[in-house]
C-alpha cells in the first residue's frame, strides 16, 4: 500500500523569500500525486496534481512541484512567498492501479513571517 | 451552485450514541469520499464512492457506515459513537479518479464523551 511522508511538520519563512516544501512517496507501482493547501479553519483545495507527462507541475498561486521518480520525491516550491500562503499544505498520493484511493501525508505548516 | 456542504458543523455525543453525518454535492460529480483529520495524522481516508450505490472502504473504515443512495447525497454513519471518534470529518467530491478529491466540504467538528 502507498505511504507519503513529509518530514518538516513545521517550516518559518520570511515574507518574499523562496520555499520548498517536502514530499516523498513509498508505493511498489506507479502513482499519482497531488497538493492540496487548508488555510485556517478552512477545507481543503487542491493546489496541483501529476497524472503524467512533464515532471514539472505548475499549480495555482505560483506554487510547483517536481515529480523526481528515482528519488520517490515530488517537493512543492514558490520562489517568493506572501503573508497569505501561511496555511497547512499536504502531500497526496495514489497508486494508478487503484486510483480511487488517495492518501495524505501528515501536512507541514507553513509559517510566513513578515 | 453550493459546491460541497456538510451538515452538521458541529455536534457533541456521548460514548455510545449514534449519528448521521450528511455531505452534499450538487456538481453531479461521481466520487465521493469521507475523511478523518486529526492533528498530526493529516487526513485519513474512512470510505469512498466511486458512484450511486457504490461504497469501497479506505484506511480506517472501521466503526463507521456510509451509504450513497442518490448521486448528490454520502452519509458517513457512526452506530455506537467512542472518544476515538473525536475528529473533524471532511467530505469532499470529484468529477472523476483520477482527479483525486478536487472539492471538500467545510468540515463537522464531532467531540465524543
Known amino acids: 500500500a502507498q505511504s507519503v511522508t513529509q518530514l518538516d511538520s513545521q517550516v518559518p519563512v520570511f515574507e518574499e523569500a523562496p520555499v520548498e516544501l517536502r514530499c516523498n512517496y513509498s508505493s511498489s507501482v506507479s502513482v499519482y500525486l497531488f497538493w492540496y493547501v487548508q488555510y485556517p479553519n478552512q477545507g481543503l483545495q487542491l493546489l ?42 499536504f502531500c497526496a498520493v495514489s497508486e494508478k492501479t487503484s486510483y480511487d484511493k488517495v492518501i495524505f501525508g501528515p501536512g507541514t505548516s507553513l509559517s510566513v513571517i513578515p | 451552485n453550493a459546491g460541497v456542504t456538510q451538515t452538521p458543523k458541529f455536534r457533541v455525543l456521548k460514548t455510545g450514541q449514534s449519528m448521521t453525518l450528511l455531505c452534499a454535492q450538487d456538481m453531479n460529480h461521481e466520487y465521493m469520499y469521507w475523511y478523518r483529520q486529526d492533528p498530526g495524522m493529516g487526513l485519513r481516508l474512512i470510505h469512498y464512492s466511486v458512484g450511486e450505490g457504490t461504497t469501497a472502504k479506505g484506511e480506517v473504515p472501521d466503526g463507521y457506515n456510509v451509504s450513497r443512495l442518490k448521486k448528490q447525497n454520502f452519509l458517513l454513519g457512526l452506530e455506537s459513537a467512542a472518544p476515538s471518534q473525536t475528529s473533524v470529518y471532511f467530505c469532499a467530491s470529484s468529477p472523476g479518479g483520477l482527479a483525486g478529491p478536487k472539492y471538500f466540504g467545510p468540515g463537522t467538528r464531532l467531540l465524543v464523551l
Open chain 1, 48 to 89: 496541483l496534481k501529476y497524472l503524467s507527462g512533464s515532471t514539472l507541475v505548475k499549480g495555482i498561486n505560483g506554487f510547483e512541484a517536481e515529480f523526481n521518480k528515482s528519488q520517490t520525491s515530488f517537493h512543492l516550491r514558490k520562489p517568493s512567498v506572501h503573508i497569505s500562503d501561511t496555511a497547512e499544505y
